[in-house]
């Protein structure tokens, strides 16, 4: 069953603005990973957050974590037409010895020139 | 260049055929797994092998098969295929080392199975 669920599922915004995700999860993690997918493209990481952090930042990205809700936020800052592309959210479990990923369903971000 | 390689990008192929996708990774890599995804879900573990010789069933395993008996590759074979397995797969890679690791997909094999 999926663990994380994005919020919003689409999101359009227009270059220079910031665009922020949303990500809620069920059970406790070992930590939480951003991915992007660009159309027709496998999934690039972006950034990983551990379940002991709260913060963490890697060039315009922010991503926060608040274990206490079970969630997790995305910052785009000033956002470019490069940047359209779904973004999902992903966590890792530690009740599972697989070392896989369960991912949320994405959020469609359109950022217009 | 190293990275991750899948094939083919598109396939197209009958119910009850056998179909194999492949996947390679040049980083030695001892962690891959094999995803789908479908609009709505996101992806989905299909199976996942920790090494060479060692696989195990994910989410959604019924109606395929894995090997791997070299690090590198990790085919997935649909068996007989069937239309509700009409999908995109992606393979991915990660360390072994700890739990706090990225994983590295592969451009992904777009199956439509008429």
């Known amino acids: 069953s999926q663990q994380g669920e994005e919020d919003p599922q689409a999101l359009s915004i227009q270059e220079g603005e910031n665009a922020t995700m949303n990500c809620s999860y069920k059970?406790?993690?070992?930590?939480l990973q951003w991915y992007r997918q660009n159309s027709g493209r496998g999934l690039v990481h972006l950034i990983l957050?551990?379940?002991?952090?709260r913060e963490k930042h890697s060039g315009r990205l922010r991503v926060t974590l608040d274990t206490s809700k079970k969630s997790s936020s995305l910052l785009i800052t000033a956002s470019r037409a490069a940047d359209t592309a779904s973004y999902f959210c992903a966590t890792a479990h530690p009740d599972t010895g697989r070392r896989a990923l369960t991912f949320g369903s994405g959020t469609r971000l359109q950022v217009q020139p | 260049d190293a990275g991750i390689t899948q094939s083919p990008r598109y396939k197209i192929t009958e119910t009850g055929r056998q179909v194999t996708l492949m996947c390679h990774q040049t980083?030695?890599?001892?962690?891959m797994f094999w995803y789908r995804q479908d609009l709505g879900h996101g992806l989905r573990l299909i199976y996942y092998s920790a090494a060479a010789d060692i696989t195990d069933k994910g989410e959604v395993p019924d109606g395929y098969v894995v090997s791997r008996s070299k690090t590198e590759n990790f085919p997935l074979t649909l068996e007989s295929a069937t239309r509700s397995q009409t999908s995109v797969y992606f393979c991915?890679?990660?360390?072994?080392?700890?739990?706090?690791?990225?994983?590295?997909f592969g451009d992904g094999t777009r199956l439509s199975i008429l």
């Open positions: 980083w030695s890599h001892s962690y």
């Open positions: 957050i551990r379940s002991n952090e």
């Open positions: 991915a890679s990660s360390e072994v080392q700890g739990y706090n690791q990225p994983q590295h």
């Open positions: 059970t406790s993690i070992n930590n």
